[in-house]
Nanobody, 114 residues
Framework: QVQLVESGGGLVQAGGSLRLSCAASFSIFTYTMGWYRQAPGKQRELVAAITSGGSTNYADSVKGRFTISRDNAKNTINLQMNSLKPEDTAVYSC?????????WGQGTQITVSS
Protein backbone atom coordinates (compact mmCIF):
# COMPACT_ATOMS: atom_id res chain seq x y z
CA GLN A 1 0.00 0.00 0.00
CA VAL A 2 1.32 3.42 -0.97
CA GLN A 3 1.77 5.61 2.07
CA LEU A 4 3.43 8.88 2.95
CA VAL A 5 3.59 9.51 6.69
CA GLU A 6 4.55 12.93 8.02
CA SER A 7 5.94 13.61 11.46
CA GLY A 8 7.45 16.51 13.37
CA GLY A 9 4.61 19.00 13.41
CA GLY A 10 3.56 20.99 16.41
CA LEU A 11 3.47 24.34 18.14
CA VAL A 12 6.48 26.64 18.15
CA GLN A 13 7.13 30.26 18.99
CA ALA A 14 8.04 32.77 16.32
CA GLY A 15 11.73 32.60 15.56
CA GLY A 16 11.93 28.95 16.48
CA SER A 17 12.69 25.87 14.41
CA LEU A 18 11.00 22.62 13.51
CA ARG A 19 11.99 19.66 11.39
CA LEU A 20 9.39 17.77 9.40
CA SER A 21 9.94 14.27 8.11
CA CYS A 22 8.06 12.22 5.55
CA ALA A 23 8.49 8.47 5.30
CA ALA A 24 7.39 6.67 2.17
CA SER A 25 6.29 3.05 1.98
CA PHE A 26 7.86 2.75 -1.47
CA SER A 27 11.13 3.62 -3.15
CA ILE A 28 11.30 7.37 -3.77
CA PHE A 29 14.36 7.12 -6.00
CA THR A 30 12.64 8.33 -9.17
CA TYR A 31 10.16 10.68 -7.53
CA THR A 32 10.12 14.42 -7.19
CA MET A 33 9.29 14.97 -3.55
CA GLY A 34 7.76 18.06 -2.07
CA TRP A 35 6.17 19.81 0.84
CA TYR A 36 2.98 21.79 0.42
CA ARG A 37 1.02 23.79 2.94
CA GLN A 38 -2.49 25.08 3.31
CA ALA A 39 -3.50 27.76 5.75
CA PRO A 40 -7.15 28.30 6.75
CA GLY A 41 -9.04 30.08 3.99
CA LYS A 42 -6.12 29.88 1.58
CA GLN A 43 -5.18 27.69 -1.35
CA ARG A 44 -2.60 24.99 -0.98
CA GLU A 45 0.83 26.18 -2.02
CA LEU A 46 4.17 24.60 -2.77
CA VAL A 47 6.68 25.20 0.00
CA ALA A 48 9.67 23.26 -1.31
CA ALA A 49 10.46 20.47 -3.74
CA ILE A 50 13.42 18.28 -4.53
CA THR A 51 13.87 16.29 -7.72
CA SER A 52 15.31 12.82 -8.05
CA GLY A 53 18.56 14.48 -9.08
CA GLY A 54 18.65 16.67 -5.99
CA SER A 55 17.62 20.00 -7.51
CA THR A 56 15.56 22.10 -5.15
CA ASN A 57 12.86 24.71 -5.51
CA TYR A 58 11.44 26.94 -2.79
CA ALA A 59 8.57 29.35 -2.39
CA ASP A 60 9.88 32.89 -2.18
CA SER A 61 8.37 33.25 1.28
CA VAL A 62 10.58 30.50 2.73
CA LYS A 63 13.83 30.95 0.82
CA GLY A 64 16.77 31.20 3.19
CA ARG A 65 14.74 29.81 6.10
CA PHE A 66 13.64 26.34 5.00
CA THR A 67 15.76 23.50 3.64
CA ILE A 68 14.44 20.38 1.97
CA SER A 69 16.51 17.21 1.80
CA ARG A 70 16.05 13.60 0.81
CA ASP A 71 17.50 10.24 1.80
CA ASN A 72 16.73 7.74 -0.93
CA ALA A 73 18.21 4.88 1.09
CA LYS A 74 15.65 5.49 3.85
CA ASN A 75 12.86 6.63 1.53
CA THR A 76 12.45 9.80 3.53
CA ILE A 77 12.48 13.52 2.98
CA ASN A 78 12.91 16.26 5.54
CA LEU A 79 12.07 19.92 5.81
CA GLN A 80 14.19 21.93 8.19
CA MET A 81 12.30 25.09 9.09
CA ASN A 82 14.15 27.92 10.81
CA SER A 83 13.16 31.44 11.79
CA LEU A 84 9.52 30.46 11.76
CA LYS A 85 6.90 33.17 11.45
CA PRO A 86 3.21 33.20 12.38
CA GLU A 87 2.37 33.27 8.68
CA ASP A 88 4.00 29.84 8.35
CA THR A 89 1.07 28.41 10.32
CA ALA A 90 -0.62 25.78 8.14
CA VAL A 91 -1.15 22.11 7.53
CA TYR A 92 1.97 20.79 5.83
CA SER A 93 1.65 17.81 3.49
CA CYS A 94 4.21 15.59 1.85
CA UNK A 95 3.87 14.88 -1.86
CA UNK A 96 5.53 12.54 -4.32
CA UNK A 97 5.27 12.73 -8.10
CA UNK A 98 6.57 10.51 -10.89
CA UNK A 99 4.92 10.27 -14.28
CA UNK A 100 1.21 9.71 -13.59
CA UNK A 101 1.85 8.85 -9.94
CA UNK A 102 0.92 11.57 -7.50
CA UNK A 103 0.70 10.66 -3.82
CA TRP A 104 -0.10 12.70 -0.72
CA GLY A 105 0.40 12.30 2.97
CA GLN A 106 -2.34 13.15 5.45
CA GLY A 107 -0.66 16.31 6.62
CA THR A 108 0.69 17.66 9.87
CA GLN A 109 -0.24 20.89 11.62
CA ILE A 110 2.37 23.57 12.22
CA THR A 111 1.33 26.44 14.45
CA VAL A 112 3.67 29.38 15.01
CA SER A 113 2.70 31.64 17.87
CA SER A 114 3.69 35.31 17.95
Amino acid sequence: QVQLVESGGGLVQAGGSLRLSCAASFSIFTYTMGWYRQAPGKQRELVAAITSGGSTNYADSVKGRFTISRDNAKNTINLQMNSLKPEDTAVYSCNSKWAWRNYWGQGTQITVSS
